[in-house]
T-cell receptor, first 117, second 113 residues
Framework: DAGVIQSPRHEVTEMGQEVTLRCKPISGHDYLFWYRQTMMRGLELLIYFNNNVPIDDSGMPEDRFSAKMPNASFSTLKIQPSEPRDSAVYFC???????????????FGPGTRLTVL | KQEVTQIPAALSVPEGENLVLNCSFTDSAIYNLQWFRQDPGKGLTSLLLIQSSQREQTSGRLNASLDKSSGRSTLYIAASQPGDSATYLCAVRGGNYGQNFVFGPGTRLSVLP
């Protein structure tokens, strides 16, 4: 398996522009997570999906952020409009559950480094 | 609210030394704890996952232990090598139905040749 795939790897945009980050989870994984990493705040969970359904989006910072998972092999994180403080590395991760409250390890993608000027 | 801390924040050791990294969490009601390494400018690589019912996990030169009642986990690295230089993060999964994921700030390890 190719692992978790993210695109683009780097994105530079101007304030006010729409940004769309993409993720393809590992095949067969039923959980998908979006994280943001900054020097100041470390790694923060933004939202996660189970079987394509958003379960907890309490980490999404503002209404400017939205995430979708139209099918089991694709998810997007959109920022509209973008602001300089959104500059960070955004990671996607996936895992699968074995039921009965047992959760397996998360596998991370390489991340998208976003710079908003 | 779950809080995860890691001590030390940075560590520098000579090659060949055994070392221990620490992770503490405030809420012992967790499903599992996972250790990752992150190389500069890269994503996170999973090292070990310990389920809440387990006490330790081993993989090669790595051994992770979990003491849920005291809210602690340690990552033991035996015979350290320069290639082990990276930032090591621990993460706990908790919440009523496993919905909470909290990462520690990481320990930056440098192994000197």
């Amino acid at each position: 398996d190719a692992g978790v795939i993210q695109s683009p790897r780097h994105e530079v945009t101007e304030m006010g522009q729409e940004v769309t980050l993409r993720c393809k989870p590992i095949s067969g994984h039923d959980y998908l997570f979006w994280y943001r990493q900054t020097m100041m705040r470390g790694l923060e969970l933004l939202i996660y999906f189970n079987n394509n359904v958003p379960i907890d989006d309490s980490g999404m910072p503002e209404d400017r952020f939205s995430a979708k998972m139209p099918n089991a092999s694709f998810s997007t994180l959109k920022i509209q409009p973008s602001e300089p403080r959104d500059s960070a590395v955004y990671f996607c991760a996936s895992s699968h559950s074995t039921g009965l409250g047992s959760y397996n390890e998360q596998f991370f993608g390489p991340g998208t480094r976003l710079t908003v000027l | 609210k779950q809080e995860v801390t890691q001590i030390p924040a940075a560590l520098s050791v000579p090659e060949g030394e055994n070392l221990v990294l620490n992770c503490s969490f405030t809420d012992s009601a967790i499903y599992n704890l996972q250790w990752f390494r992150q190389d500069p400018g890269k994503g996170l690589t999973s090292l070990l996952l310990i389920q809440s019912s387990q006490r330790e996990q081993t993989s090669g030169r790595l051994n992770a232990s979990l003491d849920k009642s005291s809210g602690r986990s340690t990552l033991y690295i035996a015979a350290s090598q320069p290639g082990d230089s990276a930032t090591y993060l621990c993460a706990v999964r908790g919440g009523n139905y496993g919905q909470n994921f909290v990462f520690g700030p990481g320990t930056r390890l440098s192994v000197l040749p």
